[in-house]
């Protein structure tokens, strides 16, 4: 658990430095969404390219972990899009709900957890769910939110207007430009490399903060909105990752280590990128942003037991 504890707390404390920061007034009333637009804009499209860019088929190419993963994400992703429609929820809103109950911090959690309990085999299959999580899921969860927000409803003019918008989005250009330039098998300058690490290296940090930020603002809070953020953290701790043990160990048949590596993943908090896309697309965001605080504090105790049903003693 103290591994586990150790690897949380930075999150917990950036988090807190931005909410100590707009509390005091450091900050001011905009600067949790200029934060989140330097994040969208600059910072992730560097870390989706970066990732992209340096992927190998030979390396990525698990079909069965993919599959096993891909259909636990977006089982969850669809069943709480449902649920959120059902009660009413605009489709924009419910679709920052349903990535918010889904999208496994693989990034900023993941890779230092796996290899503390996995050792170096879990940087494969974490650089594929991140993948998975921050490229597909994402692109998916924006197409919805698109649709959503667009007013023209013929067919053919509505399909127009978010392929012009998902064409404009960074989030969405940048890893498809990163496919672009590694199947160019063209070595990156160094000079390129090194800008495009410390601008990824901000994303996660960045957006940590600019949550803080949010959180610390006072707003009346929605009737039932502790809830539905317990209801999503409830799903993201324990269905997913129990719906990815069923995926991996039943219908794909992973080995048992691939099998562990997978839950892990799954059962990680939800990661910053709902938060960024509710403040991105100026959706209610105080749904998502205690969902990732909930989950965020509440994985201490599920990952941990977690690890040591597996026989990880972290």
């Known amino acids: 658990m103290l591994a586990t504890l150790e690897i949380l707390l930075p999150v917990f404390g950036l988090i807190f430095a931005g909410f100590a920061c707009r509390r005091r007034n450091v900050l001011g009333p905009n600067?949790?969404?200029e934060l989140n637009r330097?994040?969208?804009w600059l910072a992730l499209p560097a870390l989706l390219?970066?990732?992209m860019a340096h992927a190998t088929w030979q390396q990525l190419y698990q079909p069965a972990f993919v599959a096993t993963f891909s259909l636990a994400c977006v089982s969850v992703f669809v069943l709480i899009l449902a649920l959120r429609l059902i009660n009413g929820?605009?489709?924009a809103d419910a679709s920052v709900d349903a990535i918010a109950a889904s999208y496994p911090n693989t990034g900023y959690?993941?890779?230092p957890l796996g290899v503390i309990a996995f050792g170096p085999a879990s940087l494969t299959p974490t650089t594929i769910a991140t993948i998975l999580v921050a490229c597909v899921l994402f692109a998916f969860a924006i197409v919805l939110i698109e649709v959503g927000l667009q007013s023209?409803?013929?067919p053919h003019?509505?399909?127009l207007k978010v392929l012009g918008s998902l064409a404009r989005n960074p989030l969405i250009v940048s890893p498809l430009v990163g496919v672009l330039f590694a199947s160019l098998h063209v070595a990156m300058p160094a000079s390129v490399e090194t800008f495009l690490k410390l601008l990824g290296g901000a994303a996660s940090p960045c957006a940590l903060v600019s949550l803080g930020l949010f959180l610390a603002e006072k707003r009346p809070s929605e009737t039932g909105t502790r809830g539905i953020s317990w209801l999503l953290t409830g799903v993201k701790l324990l269905v997913q990752p129990a719906l990815t043990w069923w995926f991996a160990a039943r219908v794909f048949g992973l080995p048992p280590t691939l099998v562990e590596m997978a839950v892990v993943l799954a059962a990680l908090p939800t990661g910053t990128g709902p938060f960024m896309l509710a403040e991105f697309y100026e959706r209610e965001a105080h749904i998502t942003s205690r969902t990732?605080?909930?989950?965020?504090v509440g994985s201490i105790a599920t990952l941990s037991l977690l690890l040591l049903l597996m026989g990880h003693r972290t």
């Open 89 to 91: 929820r605009h489709l």
């Open 152 to 154: 023209e409803r013929t």
């Open 38 to 40: 330097f994040v969208v």
């Open 157 to 159: 003019k509505l399909a």
């Open 292 to 296: 990732i605080l909930l989950s965020t």
């Open 31 to 33: 600067s949790a969404s």
């Open 49 to 51: 390219f970066d990732i």
């Open 109 to 111: 959690i993941g890779f």
